[in-house]
């Protein structure tokens, strides 16, 4: 079972479902949140698991319909979610175990940053 954690360790995560393949999201609200390009999975919010004991997730409401999941301790970013929805969006740099996916497109490409090139022959889409 896919598990991970944000650096400090202090929010764990379980996903009891298989890794949809990620994809790379370059739009300015990813990048900023996460330093860089940030890659996730979608998985049913029913099948992770998060264990929280210090209470150190926090949320950020980036938009409207958005919500960005981070452990308050060591900022680290874990989670995508759009609110209501049935799925939540986990990044593949909080997984500890091998994950069994491949990157397999990139999206918001028209919001790239301009300090790197997508060369990978990957799928692009501008949204």
């Known amino acids: 079972m896919p598990s991970g954690s944000c650096l400090c360790g202090d929010v764990r995560f379980e996903v009891a479902a298989p890794l ?49 999941g981070f452990c308050g301790r060591c900022g680290a970013s874990l989670f995508w979610a759009p609110v209501g929805g049935s799925k939540i969006a986990v990044a593949m740099g909080a997984f500890d175990t091998p994950t069994a996916t491949r990157l397999h497109m990139h999206i918001f490409v028209a919001e790239q940053g301009d300090d790197y090139t997508i060369d990978d022959g990957l799928p692009q889409h501008a949204r």
């Not at 998985?43 to 997730?57: C, I, K, S, W």
């Open 20 to 68: 949809a393949p990620p994809d790379a999201c370059h739009c300015v609200a990813c990048r900023k949140c996460s330093g860089h390009v940030f890659a996730s999975s979608d998985v049913p919010v029913e099948a992770l698991t998060v264990r929280d004991p210090q209470g150190a997730l926090r949320w950020y409401a980036s938009s409207p319909k958005v919500r960005r």
